[in-house]
Structure formats: C-alpha cells, structure tokens
C-alpha cells in the first residue's frame, strides 16, 4: 500500500478529534509513549486543531534503555519478558502520565516488522491506557499487514482504547473535581509501584479483522 | 488536502531513508525533539524498517513547560521570546541529543495554525540540528499552506538540515572515531551551556517554493 494519512481526514483523525473531545469535556490532559508507532500516534492528536488544550506531549521511547530511564519501566521486567508486553504496556502509560504530568497516559509497544523482535512474531502489539482514578488497561492486539499498515492500526486502537476508558472513567460533570491540574509526582509514583496488583487492571485480546 | 503520507512512499519517507543511511554509515545515533510537528518527524524515520539502528527515540514537547523540564530549554530564554523561536529550536536539539544519549538531535518549532502562537504568524518555523562536534544549526523557514501541508513541510526541511549537517561533518571513515557511543552526560551539558557562542552556530532563511 501507499500509505496512510495523518491529515485532516481518515479514521485516525475522527478517533483522535473524537479522544481530545472526550478529555477537554472532563478537563483532562494527555501523554503518549510510543515504541512501534513511533510518533505517529502523537502525530494522530496534534493533526487536530486546538490539540494543544489538551495534549501535553509523548515520548518516543524505540531504543529499550529509554523505556526505562525516560518512562520508568522496571529494567528487570524488561530484561524478563522484553519491550513487547501488556505489562511493559502498561507501565509506559503510567510511565508518561507521571513524567509529563497529565491526567492520562496512552501507550503501544509491539512488532510491526519486517522482522520478529524479543521472540514475538510480527503483528503482536500491546497498547495501554493510565488514568487519574488509577485506570491502567492493556489491550493486546494480533494485527496482519505491513509495517505501515501495521502501525496504521495499532494508533487508532490506541485511539478507541482512549475514548473507551475515558467513557468509562465517567460523564464530564461526575469527574470534574478530578481534573484540574495533571497528575502529581507522588500521586504518579505510587501509581506505577502499584500497577501489578491494582483493581483497575484490565486486559482483554483482539485481531484485527 | 486529504492528507500526507507517512508510510512507505512519498518525498518525507526517501528523506528519512536517506537521512539515516548516512547516520548509520557514520556510527552515529539519532534523537527529535518536536513541536509543531507534533511526532510526525519521529514518525517519518520510524516508517523505514531497521530505523531502530540510528533513531533512539524522540521527545514531543507540545507544551512550553515541557520544552524547559524535558529538553533543559532555558525558562527564561522561552519567557523572553516565546516557543518559536530560531534559538528555542537549537536548545531542543541540543537538549534531546543530551536527554536521550544521541549522537545527534533534531528539532521542530513552530506555528502549524489554524492560530498564531507567541507573536508569530501561521508558518512561521524553525528547525534545528545539533551534533557531536558542537555542530548546531538552525534553519529559518517561512510556510505556507494549511496546517497538515505547514507540518508535512516542516518534516521534509528538518530531514534535509540533517543530512546536509552530517554530509558536513565528514566523510564515514573521517569520523567513525567520533561515533563510538552516543554523547557523554558531561559532554553535552558543556554543550548546552556553550550554544550561544559557539564556533558552529549557524543560521539561514528559507521560504518554501
């Protein structure tokens, strides 16, 4: 294929447009961390006009030593299951939410090939959500395609996982309270050492059709 | 427009093929740091397979704050002249070269619109390198176009400021001494406070066509 659009048109920009929406209504503020998409689900969000109301900014974490240093994911649960993981997932959204000081925190990490990475197959990818109540959901995905198709659909169900959480976390009046000023470090802190056992934990598996 | 490519066709992916081949030539890594951009400039590297031998990862710094804690941009260099700006844009590319332990850092700032941000008008940009011989340049670029064409652009400028800096700086075997190991912490914090007068400053004017 010939590539896919990051403009103002396509199923990436409804998702995104349709996410920014869903956070300003509550007051909440967003980060990303990126490995497989590489920057373009950040590209995605600040294809939107008045984005920056509600996106702070990502981090493009490719290099695994700066998943570690710059988002905190355990160096030892990296080194165990290596960057292509639910957990790892996970800890990069609670990761980027503490460190950029946002409300929410979204994530992927995943293979989009051409070659397999950390023993798993290409089209194997995790995408992750944090939130202010302690809302920490992976999504595991089985995706067919080429790299670029592969990345294509791994930023807009990184969009829907969003918009869902978002939904769920409540209507904008419920959680107005929440939202007034990002997230606090010990606040994001306690988050990430208590990701493994908390209540909000949530993963389910998905292909793409 | 519909919208532009970032896949594995079009002027932004050869740019970035091209880009990394005479990084990867030369022993040398690569981090971005972005704003108008949003992650787009991330995104067009990652889309070539095995970019993760040159491209560590990148920062996307939409919000000014970020710029001065993730990037080290100075406060008050961002309070006196606001986010875009030719000196902000060389800061961001020497802070991200020092964050993410690069070889060489690449950055964007800039107006994409539909508003005017800090004083500038709609595609006012600037885009920066910066190097591991103290190299750090920047390019004054004055867009047209809406904003989806604003970032394409911006994309394409900051991949031919790369190559050109890093044809510059010599040829593969005349500096495979320098390209042993990404930049010493020491090293590049010198670097940072020396920018202002250094030897490599360097600055053009552009428009595009």
Same mark, same amino acid.
């Given at each position: 294929?010939?590539?896919?659009?990051?403009?103002?048109s396509g199923?990436s920009?409804?998702?995104?447009?349709?996410a920014?929406r869903?956070?300003?209504?509550r007051?909440?503020?967003?980060?990303?961390?990126?490995?497989?998409t590489?920057g373009?689900?950040?590209g995605?969000?600040?294809?939107v006009?008045g984005?920056?109301?509600?996106f702070?900014?990502?981090?493009?974490?490719?290099?695994?030593?700066l998943?570690?240093d710059?988002?905190?994911?355990?160096?030892?649960?990296?080194?165990?299951?290596?960057a292509?993981?639910?957990e790892v997932a996970r800890q990069?959204?609670a990761?980027?939410?503490w460190?950029?000081?946002?409300?929410?925190?979204?994530?992927?990490?995943?293979v989009?090939?051409?070659?397999?990475?950390d023993?798993q197959p290409?089209?194997t990818v995790?995408?992750?959500?944090a939130g202010?109540g302690g809302?920490?959901?992976?999504v595991?995905?089985?995706?067919?395609?080429?790299r670029d198709e592969?990345r294509?659909?791994?930023v807009l169900?990184?969009?829907?996982?969003l918009q869902?959480?978002v939904?769920?976390a409540g209507? $904008?009046?419920a959680?107005?309270?929440q939202?007034?000023?990002?997230?606090?470090e010990g606040d994001?802190?306690?988050?990430?050492g208590d990701?493994p056992g908390?209540e909000?934990y949530?993963?389910e598996e998905r292909s793409? $059709?």
């Amino acid at each position: 294929m010939s590539g896919t659009s990051y403009g103002p048109s396509g199923p990436s920009y409804e998702a995104a447009a349709e996410a920014l929406r869903l956070l300003e209504d509550r007051g909440w503020s967003l980060a990303v961390a990126e490995s497989l998409t590489g920057g373009l689900l950040a590209g995605a969000l600040t294809a939107v006009p008045g984005a920056s109301r509600t996106f702070r900014g990502s981090v493009t974490a490719y290099a695994t030593d700066l998943k570690r240093d710059l988002l905190g994911v355990p160096g030892d649960l990296l080194a165990d299951r290596g960057a292509v993981d639910g957990e790892v997932a996970r800890q990069m959204a609670a990761g980027v939410r503490w460190r950029l000081g946002a409300d929410w925190g979204l994530s992927t990490t995943g293979v989009a090939g051409p070659e397999p990475q950390d023993g798993q197959p290409v089209g194997t990818v995790f995408v992750a959500a944090a939130g202010p109540g302690g809302q920490n959901e992976q999504v595991r995905l089985a995706l067919e395609g080429d790299r670029d198709e592969i990345r294509s659909a791994t930023v807009l169900a990184a969009l829907e996982l969003l918009q869902r959480v978002v939904r769920a976390a409540g209507a $904008p009046g419920a959680v107005a309270a929440q939202g007034s000023g990002g997230a606090a470090e010990g606040d994001a802190e306690a988050l990430v050492g208590d990701l493994p056992g908390g209540e909000h934990y949530g993963a389910e598996e998905r292909s793409n $059709p």
